[in-house]
C-alpha cells in the first residue's frame, strides 16, 4: 500500500519501468512467446496500477489515518 507522495513517485516510476519491458518484448518476441511472459508483468502492472489509485483516491487526511477505498462498504 501507497503511504506517501514519495511512494506514489515511486510506483509510478515502477509502471513506467513495466511498460517499457513490454514495449521491448513485443518487439522481440512472437506472439506466443510474449503471451507467456508478458502475463505475470501485465498482473504486476495492473496490482501497482491499482495501488496508485487507492493512494490518489484518499485525501490528505484519509491517507494519514490509513483509509483504504477498497474497505469502504457503500450503504444507500
Do not use: C, W
Not at 24 to 49: D, F, N, T
Amino acid at each position: 500500500m501507497i503511504e506517501n507522495d514519495h511512494q506514489l513517485k515511486m510506483a509510478q516510476k515502477a509502471v513506467e519501468n513495466l511498460q517499457q519491458v513490454l514495449l521491448a518484448a513485443r518487439k522481440v518476441h512472437g506472439h506466443q512467446e510474449y503471451r507467456l511472459m508478458s502475463a505475470p508483468i501485465l498482473l504486476e502492472l495492473q496490482r501497482r496500477e491499482q495501488e496508485i489509485l487507492e493512494y490518489l483516491s484518499r485525501t490528505e487526511m484519509e491517507a494519514v489515518r490509513g483509509y483504504s477505498p477498497s474497505h469502504m462498504t457503500f450503504h444507500p
